[in-house]
């Protein structure tokens, strides 16, 4: 079996390479679990080619191939691909890949390709689902060599799994660390929002959710994210290039719906939105601003950035920020 597994959700690949490593025989691991970087794809290919000496499956994993960095030499190796044994199965992990490259064709021609995207940080509902589900399928005791059968039995309220998702984000990693603390303090007990709070800190408060409170016009929300993102030693820069990026975003998108764009997909185009799905929740987001409050917001914001540029220790950016988020109170 020949799979590629792609995708910015490294979580969701690790648990994928765990299931195959747990078909496995665990005792038989140093002999059947291969793991190689790209850079030793001879090397994998010469393992995945040998039959198993124990009988049972053998598992070559080849890490970090982004697939540019393989040229015709390799595509001609990767020829022996119609050699392998049924008992082997190997797997190529790459976070993203160029899908008109001919050795990207040439392994999906004889294998089989798992994508894995990262949920979206907007999306916090599809980010709930995926806490509940992680919750229902989660094992304790994650191991080097092979993974306990015991499953976690963890109860939550509404409220803990709606914060959950605001205070990890679609981070499934820490998720499911979170989950599992918090199955070892239930001991099978339904937890409520208020332990989950305690046991739980948000750190997922972003550049994203200040830029969201901005423009809401919540600045006794706004002090408190940006309190939090400087307190966690966020760079200046960062925190004012996502609000700008996303300021822009939201003037693009009112300007466009105003002059007429009713599209989803034209929409998308125009404003350079490459997932046209996010288009339905930018529409509910600038639905009740003003394309001139948008427009000042930006050039605020963007003085400030141009100033850090310069040199400048963004001294004035809570009085920016502050500012904008009264060009969006309601009087």
């Not at 140093?30 to 080619?49: E, G, I, M, N």
């Not at 049972?56 to 970090?64: A, D, Q, R, T």
């Not at 003085?303 to 109170?329: A, T």
């Amino acid at each position: 079996m020949i799979v590629l597994l792609t995708g910015d959700d490294e979580y969701a690949i690790q648990e994928q390479l765990n299931q195959y490593k747990a078909e496995i025989d665990s005792q038989w691991l140093t002999l059947c679990y291969h793991r190689f970087p790209a850079v030793q794809l001879d090397k994998a290919l010469s393992v995945a080619r040998t039959r198993s000496l124990t009988g049972g499956k053998k598992l070559v994993i080849v890490e970090n191939c982004h697939l540019k960095q393989w040229g015709d030499p390799e595509l001609a190796t990767l020829q022996q691909l119609v050699q392998l044994p049924n008992s082997t199965m190997l797997v190529f992990v790459a976070t993203n890949v160029d899908k008109r490259l001919k050795v990207y064709k040439h392994l999906v021609k004889y294998g089989k390709l798992l994508e894995f995207a990262l949920i979206p940080p907007w999306r916090y509902d599809l980010i709930e689902q995926a806490i509940v589900s992680l919750a229902a399928k989660l094992y304790t005791n994650t191991t080097d060599n092979a993974v306990t059968t015991q499953k976690i039995k963890l109860l939550l309220s509404e409220d803990a799994v709606t914060y959950l998702a605001q205070a990890i984000g679609n981070d499934m990693t820490r998720a499911a660390s979170e989950l599992r603390k918090l199955d070892i303090y239930a001991q099978g007990r339904k937890l409520e929002l208020a332990e989950v709070q305690e046991l739980v800190p948000c750190q997922t408060q972003n550049s994203l959710q200040l830029a969201a409170a901005m423009r809401e016009g919540k600045s006794h929300q706004v002090l408190q994210l940006l309190d939090d993102l400087l307190s966690r030693c966020q760079p200046l820069m960062v925190i004012v290039s996502t609000i700008l990026t996303q300021f822009r975003t939201w003037l693009w998108v009112k300007s466009a719906i105003v002059s007429g764009v009713k599209k989803d997909g034209e929409l998308a185009q125009l404003c350079n939105i490459s997932n046209p799905h996010r288009i339905y929740y930018l529409r509910q987001e600038v639905a009740n601003t003003s394309i001139n409050a948008l427009a000042k917001a930006v050039t605020m914001i963007l003085d400030v950035e141009m100033s850090i540029k310069r040199g400048g220790d963004g001294g004035d950016l809570l009085v920016v920020i502050l500012g904008v988020c009264r060009l969006f109170q309601v009087v």
